[in-house]
């Protein structure tokens, strides 16, 4: 991912944060097959201090036998994004010399992957994945809440993913590069659309463009 120096994130809680909020990724894989990408929620687990993705696949998924184990992936996050009209921009009407452009944030992470085979971490996998997105709701799910039976016969049909990460680097994409006259244009212009997308950007630019400017 190339990143321009205004653009690059590399806050570590923060790049955390993005992979713990927007944690359905894509897997980016190279076999004999070619290139491949397959769409996986994914927990992050901190172990010695070391980051570690852990998610599943389905077994009839044959990612695990056309990729070896402890092959190097790729995987990226993505966070808020959204289209920024040159019409925002108070410098478009003096010059008209303004281009339409995508503000987003996006996480990519590198590692070697596994395989897991083993029932026990791949309950404990389960448990982590369901309890984080679960945490939100007011009477959160557990894995514990179905029939054990029931779950140990839906875990024979998974092959759980292991990816000891290597580096995560990040860009923040928010109109950093704008004169201030048009980051005020943007967030004015964002706010109008009255879309929850559109109004969640132009936070982000307040916060990350502007310092926590607050009209």
């Known amino acids: 991912m190339h990143i321009p120096n205004k653009f690059k994130q590399d806050d570590a809680k ?10 359905f990724a894509t ?3 190279q076999s004999k097959m070619g290139l491949e990408a397959n769409h ?16 599943h696949i389905a077994k009839a998924n044959p990612l695990w036998k056309n990729v070896d184990d402890q092959s190097e992936v790729l995987i990226t996050f993505n966070g808020p994004n959204y289209y920024i009209s040159p019409n925002y921009y108070p410098t478009k009407k003096v010059h008209g010399k303004a281009v339409p ?45 179905a029939p054990e039976d029931y779950i140990q016969k839906m875990m024979t049909a998974i092959v759980g993913l292991e990816i000891h990460v290597s580096s995560i680097t990040g860009q923040w994409k928010l109109s950093q590069n ?5 980051k005020h244009g943007a967030i004015k212009g964002l706010y109008e659309e009255n879309v929850y997308e559109a109004e969640k950007m132009a936070e982000l630019i307040k916060k990350y463009a502007l310092g926590n400017y607050d009209e």
């Open 40 to 55: 996986i929620p994914f927990f992050l687990h901190q172990e010695k201090g070391k980051n570690i993705l852990q998610g």
């Open 178 to 182: 704008q004169p201030d006259e048009n």
């Open 101 to 145: 452009t995508w503000n987003y944030i996006s996480v990519h992470v590198r590692g070697k992957m596994s395989y897991i085979h083993d029932n026990d971490w791949n309950l404990a996998m389960l448990h982590n994945l369901s309890d984080q997105h679960e945490a939100k709701h007011l009477k959160p799910w557990s894995v514990s809440d």
């Open 14 to 23: 923060l790049l955390e944060d993005i992979i713990r909020q927007y944690s």
């Open 27 to 29: 897997l980016i894989t």
